[in-house]
């Protein structure tokens, strides 16, 4: 990896974009959410507050919302790529972020309780790399705020409660019983990830995964594109509503995911993200340089 | 609807002032707040001394983003945290502190409301996620406690609010908006699992060719 330089540069202005703006397809989706709450003035405030703030954040170039959340990295490089290399860089940028205010320091040593000052440690930011046959570097990330993911819920099949058998009305009820506990805990209206089938630890990562999907695409399982359509539907009568306080948006989009499973397992994971999604990508080229902005 | 017409809220605030107040009233909070989260409240449940006087006042559930400017403090982000988690330490602090205001977001429980009925307590809940535009409703930061010993977010603020925006979530009797909301959206999900057609996990359109 050459020109060192570059690459932390590109690297904080992904965290800089990432942190101060919403995504142009989920400030969308929270527009559509307002119209259609014409009857709920209560609901309406809630987004239209809300809205503001995306607005005023985008103006003042400060982050939208202060819990600048966890930092999940993925990264996609060419065979070969130097990502030992890559990580240093994106640690650098963590710390230039957080020293110029667009991050929170917010993250925390787990056994002492003392709080770093610049958001690197072990564990923090979180990276995930893949190999590619392109020649350029894919780099997403995604800020997710700490009260959502206390939201979060994994479902080992069959449960009486909510009553799930191993099918897919099994993983609906289980979405539907996870954003109603959720209540506006997880700063609704947000969006699940949901992952059917893996492991604990990779129904989490792939429910995640599901973030990286814009608001507007469909599965391109039939199954589950109908699955998503569906529990979206269900989730406007749970009348929880913007930030739990009444309203038919309690969610923006569902998006669900599959992953092969032992015979013995049916895992059912459901990641809650909130109304502040921050999500944003790049393509860099071989110096570092942005190619282009994704999403 | 009046209750959608924000009523101002000056500190310090009256017993009478609170009572007055309905279920799902708007507000417009201004004057003094302390922010207080996890760490704050653990340390005052156990005890430590309070570095402020809280009578007739309001504690706000956040952990700002603020940067050092000359001569003190700017705050870049001041949105709420989720305040269920200070549910096993907020009774005690609403009895023996004479708080009248609770600001946060995602509300509280069963304890915390018969804390808010007994002494005469509301929880006002903000717009969750907002931080920087609620920001721009601190005029001012008054001085700051436990940075050193809890770090930036966890420390003890004390901001000067103007009209910040604000809903009545708990009254000072002790009925919650949640728990109504809660307990309607039990009922839907109760009726969406056993009444509702279950989902077809095979149609004919879903074949790929």
Known sequence: MTGRPQWEDSLFELIRRTSVDLPGDVEEALRRALAREEKDARARWFL???LANVEHARRTDTPLCQDTGALLFRFHVPVGFDTNALSAATRAAVARATRLGYLRQNTVDSVSGAVYQTNVAHGSPVFCFEQGARDTVDVRLIMKGGGSENMGAQYS???ADPGAERNLEGVRRCVLDAV??????GCAPGVVGVCIGGDRASGHEHAKEQFLRRMDDRSRVK?????????????????IGPMGMGGIATLLGVKIGALSRLPASFFVTVSYMCWAFRRRGVLLGRNGGVQRWLY | MALLTPRPLQHPFTLTQIRGLRLGQLVKVSGRVYTARDRVHKYLFDGGKCPVDLEDGAIYHCGPVATRKEGGWEILAAGP??????EAYAPKLIEQYGLRVILGKGGMGPRTEEACARSGCVYL???GGAGPMLAAHVARV??????????????????????????????AGGRSLYRRIQQASR???RRLIEREEPFEAVRSGDADP
């Open chain 1, 48 to 50: 239209e507050g809300i």
């Open chain 1, 157 to 159: 099949l069959p449960c």
């Open chain 1, 180 to 185: 109603t506990r959720a209540q506006g805990n």
């Open chain 1, 223 to 239: 199954a589950l594109a109908r699955l998503e359509q569906r529990i979206l539907r269900d989730a406007t009568r749970l009348g």
């Open chain 2, 81 to 86: 945290t989720t305040s269920i988690r200070e």
């Open chain 2, 125 to 127: 809940q903000t717009i």
């Open chain 2, 142 to 171: 008054h001085g700051v406690y436990f940075l050193k010993e809890f770090g930036m977010a966890e420390a003890m603020w004390e901001l000067e609010l103007k009209d910040f925006p604000a809903i009545v979530a708990i009254d």
């Open chain 2, 187 to 189: 009922r839907v999900l």
